[in-house]
């Protein structure tokens, strides 16, 4: 694109300046085109940019929001203990089965008394209006507090997927016919709740900080524990390939000789580098759950997995870090009698230091999004599980992370799932986010001139 | 020890021999970069490389630091002693001996780190100083030495890369006489720097001389013509002329130091 300057055959004495020739219109023509080549793939980028970032939100957004019911719940006495000495462990041999009565009369007098217009008469009708989930919450909260039986108690209770998305407008009359779930008649008393501010919809933080839930209970599932599991993997990642992946670029950039060997590793580094994750993820099974027995489905070995493939990343950005310390400041160091790991240590570490950490966040900001290693090591699926109660729990016992939890909400039937996937997304974007500022913060703080 | 060099010399005092190279060949991979080169280095002297670019002073001056070890290709072959000693010996740990040999560079090279801190480093890994009261004095005699101290006593903890550029060479060379070393080697230390600065390094090098062995590479003439009492003159990796100053640039026997020193070649 840029030429050399041709000798013409004209000579160039005795023209003007004023007037630009030929070969000077050419050449500013050119730069021109180049400059608005660079403008038009500039505003592609952001034109995608935005439309993806309006995607994500449009979709995402609604997934923080949550159709409550407000209901006053008596809690009978006389059938949630029946022996009327208020023992927990009592308490405890009434299933979900024994409370799922009480939230439908709940619900069925608090319409009747609201006057609203029905031909359903029966409690256990109102039971498509409310989530699967509400008797296993309110049965948490009496056996944590025996002293409500026999009371009547303010509950929010979850509404039922369906009742949800037909709030948000993900489910449309027209399509009831098909659904086995709901029905018109249900959707009026719905409409009639919502004019009478029965049932609302409202941030809900258990989208945030819960657990996944099946497949029947879109409506309770969360992210939290998934974001738990991300977080014992980042411990394990950063705890190993920090360390590892500095210690190995300092010997490779400072102290190896240059060899054929040494030449060998560094290719091999950087071809690492652009190895599929899929095949780490076919490595840890292999190596740490069927050689060395780890459990599957453990962050601790995700964690490992996920070391494996940023420490190239972590290697290379390291060795960039440290060959951009001039190498006045090791003679410097060296010409005063200093040893070569004081020169590295005192000198040149501090000042590659911003390099460094960049690197390593965005390495771990690349295995926070990371999904198909942990296909193969039994990260991804429908793990229930409850917050891990210590920090062995945490890196031990099975969990998913982020990303594997929003491949697995985009994979599941019902399309109530496919907003939550959308919301995950959200959250992970903001985890990232995060991430890059405070890589960008460390920069600027430990950046020095020289 | 050795014997004084064959070249006859005038009038200059006869002192004791620091460093005495024998012998010396630089290998670059293939390249032959110092051939066959013989010189002996007197105490409290200056003595002046010159020679045209790419001719091996450079080269030679960090054989006698062992600054070339940092090279993976580079050899030296031959017999270098300080004292001496070879330093060349593989008991010889290369930091001992440039904590004795310093070693100022051609570009000004702080540490960015505050004035003090450059200067109190060589002395704090070589453990020089007991405390901090010792160690305040060997920073303030180090900067005195570097005849910078005045400019610089107020603002002590401000960054060594905020000074200008003689000032940053002058720290330069205060930083390297802090861990008090018997030889001062110098890589053209003016030549980024304005005649103001350079007359101001060229003065500090004639003080240094009362102390130290000063070897310093320049690429001017009348530089090594204003601090040096022996000059060497370098041509394509071999030591063609070394001798007393004066009689070099005024009397050179070898027609090659004449062509240079008058501008022929180079």
Redesign the interface.
């Known amino acids: 694109m840029t030429d050399a300057s041709m000798p013409t055959d004209t000579p160039r004495h005795g023209k003007s300046i004023m007037v630009a020739d030929a070969h000077t219109k050419k050449r500013n023509a050119s730069e021109k085109r180049f400059q608005a080549y660079g403008l038009a793939a500039i505003g592609a980028g952001v034109f995608f940019l935005l439309v993806l970032l309006g995607a994500i939100l449009s979709n995402g957004l609604s997934a923080f929001q949550q159709t409550f019911i407000e209901v006053p719940v008596y809690l009978d006495a006389a059938k949630l203990d029946k022996n009327g000495n208020r023992d927990p462990e009592d308490l405890k041999k009434v299933s979900t089965f024994g409370y799922n009565p009480l939230i439908q009369n709940a619900i069925l007098e608090q319409v009747q008394a609201a006057g609203i217009d029905t031909p359903l008469d029966k409690a256990s009708e109102m039971k498509a209006l409310i989530s699967a989930s509400a008797a296993a919450q309110l049965r948490d909260r009496v056996i944590a507090n025996p002293d409500l039986v026999g009371e009547t108690v303010d509950f929010r209770i979850l509404a039922a997927s369906r009742v949800d998305g037909y709030l948000k407008g993900r489910v449309q009359r027209e399509d009831l016919a098909r659904d086995k779930n709901i029905d018109a008649v249900h959707l009026d008393i719905v409409d009639q709740m919502r004019e009478r501010g029965l049932l609302a919809k409202a941030f809900n933080w258990e989208f945030v900080f819960g657990a996944d839930a099946s497949e029947s209970r879109p409506e309770q599932a969360g992210i939290g524990i998934a974001m738990l599991g991300s977080f014992f993997m980042m411990l394990v990642v950063l705890a190993l390939a920090l360390p590892i992946g500095v210690a190995a670029s300092i010997y490779l950039e400072e102290f190896a000789?240059?060899n054929w060997f040494t030449d060998l590793i560094e290719v091999n580094i950087s071809n690492l580098a652009a190895v599929p994750s899929i095949v780490f993820g076919i490595l840890g099974l292999s190596v740490f759950i069927q050689f060395a027995g780890l459990p599957q489905s453990a962050p601790l070995v995700g964690g490992l997995v996920l070391t494996l493939m940023t420490l190239p990343t972590i290697i290379i950005s390291t060795r960039a870090a440290l060959k951009a310390v001039?190498p006045?400041?090791?003679?410097?160091?060296?010409?005063?009698?200093?040893?070569k790991m004081?020169s590295v240590f005192?000198?040149v570490l501090p000042?590659a230091m911003p390099g460094i950490l960049t690197g390593t966040i965005i390495g771990l900001a690349q295995a926070l999004g990371e999904t198909a290693p942990l296909l193969l090591i039994g990260m991804v699926g429908y793990i229930a599980t409850n917050a891990p109660d210590g920090l062995v729990e945490g890196f031990m016992s099975p969990n998913s992370a982020m990303p594997a939890q929003i491949y697995e909400w985009a994979k599941r039937a019902d399309p109530a799932y496919y907003e939550r996937a959308w919301g995950g997304i959200i959250i992970l974007l903001v985890f990232l986010l995060s991430m890059n500022i405070i890589a960008i913060i460390l920069r600027r703080r430990f950046e020095?001139?020289? | 020890m050795y014997d004084a060099p064959h070249t006859t010399e005038r009038d200059v005092t006869q002192t004791e021999i620091k460093i005495a190279a024998k012998n010396v060949q630089v290998y670059y991979g293939d390249t032959h970069a110092i051939k066959d080169v013989d010189v002996q280095i007197e105490d409290k002297t200056v003595t002046a490389f010159i020679g045209p670019s790419g001719c091996g002073k450079s080269t030679f001056l960090r054989t006698l630091?062992r600054?070339n070890d940092?090279i993976?290709i580079c050899r030296v072959e031959g017999d270098i002693r300080i004292d001496g000693e070879d330093i060349y010996d593989k008991r010889v740990d290369p930091?001992?001996l440039?904590?004795?040999v310093?070693?100022?560079?051609q570009?000004p090279?702080?540490?960015?780190k505050s004035i003090y801190d450059n200067v109190a480093?060589?002395p704090r890994?070589?453990g020089l100083a007991k405390n901090k009261t010792d160690l305040d004095e060997i920073v303030e005699r180090a900067l005195k030495r570097g005849a910078i101290w005045n400019e610089v006593k107020d603002r002590l903890h401000a960054p060594g890369?905020g000074l200008s550029g003689g000032q940053q060479q002058r720290l330069?060379i205060a930083?390297?006489v802090?861990?008090e070393p018997e030889v001062l080697l110098m890589d053209e230390p003016c030549s980024a720097l304005d005649p103001i600065a350079t007359s101001q390094v060229e003065e500090l090098i004639d003080e240094l001389r009362k102390d130290y062995s000063v070897v310093i590479v320049t690429h001017s003439m009348q530089q090594a013509a204003r601090v040096s009492q022996k000059t060497a003159f370098f041509h394509l990796g071999n030591l063609v002329e070394y001798g007393e100053t004066g009689k070099i640039f005024t009397n050179p026997e070898d027609p090659r130091t004449e062509s240079y020193i008058t501008g022929r070649i180079g």
């Not at chain 1, 006045?328 to 040893?339: E, H, K, N, T, V």
């Not at chain 2, 310093?102 to 560079?105: A, E, L």
């Not at chain 2, 090279?109 to 960015?112: D, L, V």
């Open positions: 000789p240059q001039p006045s400041i090791r003679d410097a160091a060296l010409g005063i009698g200093a040893s004081q005192h000198h000042l020095r001139r020289w | 630091n600054m940092t993976d930091v001992q440039r904590a004795k310093g070693m100022v560079f570009k090279n702080p540490f960015p480093y060589g890994i070589h890369t330069c930083r390297a802090a861990t």
